[in-house]
């Protein structure tokens, strides 16, 4: 008797296969694919996009001037020393207390450089960061204030 079953088993698997199963995997199947060519499209109006935007982008920069970043101000250029910078900076503001802020990182970096390898050219060693920033600080006592502070860490860091 059991073997009368069967093939009526089969049946109904191959029924309840093909009226409900099949037909919400075909579904999920077809909007998986829409959903993969939806994005490759978006993706590909996302490429074009920014490629346009960055060749507009590009014209525009091109003609602006570029600022050169390390181009000391002439007065201080000369300068071989911390303590000429300063007194070139003394000289210039007669009277009143200099402002220090207005000084050239680049041209303080240099001079204090340039003052400590003097003495570290025979050994070949050259100033580490904070023996640079230790002698600034010894020459400029501004630099250890709270705007001194502000300075270093907005223009050296």
């Known amino acids: 008797m059991l073997i009368h079953f069967i093939p009526s088993i089969f049946e109904f698997l191959i029924f309840v296969l093909q009226r409900f199963l099949l037909p919400r995997i075909t579904q999920s199947s077809l909007a998986r694919q829409a959903l993969k060519s939806y994005h490759l499209s978006l993706l590909q109006r996302l490429t074009t996009s920014i490629t346009s935007f960055k060749e507009s982008q590009s014209e525009s920069f091109s003609v602006l001037p570029r600022p050169d ?56 060693s050259k100033p580490t960061t904070e023996e640079i920033f230790r002698y600034l600080e010894g020459q400029i006592p501004w630099l250890v204030t709270d705007e001194g502070l502000e300075y270093e860490a907005s223009r050296f860091y």
């Open 69 to 124: 970043l390390s181009k000391e101000p002439t007065r201080y250029s000369d300068c071989k020393s911390v303590v000429e910078v300063l007194k070139v900076l003394k000289a210039e503001e007669k009277g009143t207390d200099p402002n220090y802020s207005g000084l050239p990182y680049t041209t303080l970096l240099r001079c204090g450089i340039t003052d400590l390898g003097k003495g570290k050219e025979r050994n070949g």
